[in-house]
């Protein structure tokens, strides 16, 4: 069975500062990753996924994540926080064969506090 | 516009009275799936379904049931709603294929009194 853990609940940081926000899987073989964020009173909107290929993956609105297989990680940054960033944000993976392939497994969530 | 949507919104309801979430894709979709959301626990899978009229529970199907007569339409049914079933809940839909995305609704959150 797969999980996923997201280090920190909470995170604040300052208008301009470095956004890091963990995430570390259990998987038996590598997973498609994925990065969702949700803003208040909304649904979610994909960031940005990992399926093959380059290790370092971009996304929307600046966010980037690289999934390390030696340490299942697929930590989530933007070098510069702006006040539009503060929202909830899920880490998810998704088998990449086999039953429940097609079952996303999410973390419980980090919500990202910016301040001015 | 590409989009999934959900009605009701917002939901309050009293114990035992049945009800209906409703959820509709415009993408032609085949994997359709529904999560509940709770503080602290992230998003767990409820039901999903791959196609018409193949559907399978997820991680918390309990008190819950589902229908996919129509590719586009996948109804949420609380038979006799309870409160532990108020939380916020999501629809989602993609592609099946290789690493494709799901893509979530606007959410419907329900209360049980």
């Known amino acids: 069975a797969q999980s996923v853990t997201q280090l920190g609940s909470h995170v604040s940081v300052s208008e301009g500062a470095l956004v890091l926000l963990r995430c570390n899987y259990s998987?038996?073989?590598?997973?498609?990753l994925f990065w969702y964020v949700q803003y208040p009173n909304q649904g979610l909107q994909l960031l940005l996924k990992?399926?093959?290929?380059?290790?370092l993956v971009k996304g929307i609105n600046g966010f980037e994540a690289e999934f390390k297989k030696s340490e299942t990680s697929f930590h989530l940054t933007k070098p510069s926080a702006h006040m539009s960033d503060a929202a909830e944000y899920f880490c998810?993976?998704?088998?990449?064969?086999?039953?429940?392939?097609?079952?996303?497994?999410f973390g419980k969530g980090t919500k990202l506090s910016v301040i001015p | 516009e590409a989009q999934v949507t959900q009605n009701p919104r917002y939901l309050i309801t009293v114990t035992g009275k049945k009800l209906t979430v409703t959820c509709s894709q415009n993408?032609?979709?085949?994997?359709m799936s529904w999560y509940r959301q709770d503080p602290g626990l992230g998003l767990r899978q409820i039901y999903y379904?791959?196609?018409?009229?193949?559907?399978d529970k997820g991680d918390v199907p309990e008190g819950y049931k589902v229908s996919r007569k129509e590719k586009r339409n996948f109804p949420l049914i609380l038979e006799s709603p309870s409160p532990n079933q108020t939380s916020l809940y999501f629809c989602?839909?993609?592609?099946?294929?290789?690493?494709?995305?799901?893509?979530f609704g606007p959410g419907t959150r329900l209360t049980v009194l």
């Open positions: 990992y399926t093959t290929g380059a290790t």
């Open positions: 998810a993976v998704r088998p990449y064969t086999g039953a429940g392939s097609y079952q996303l497994t």
């Open positions: 379904s791959m196609n018409v009229e193949v559907t």
């Open positions: 989602a839909s993609s592609l099946i294929g290789y690493g494709d995305t799901q893509y």
């Open positions: 998987s038996s073989v590598p997973p498609y």
């Open positions: 993408m032609n979709h085949e994997y």
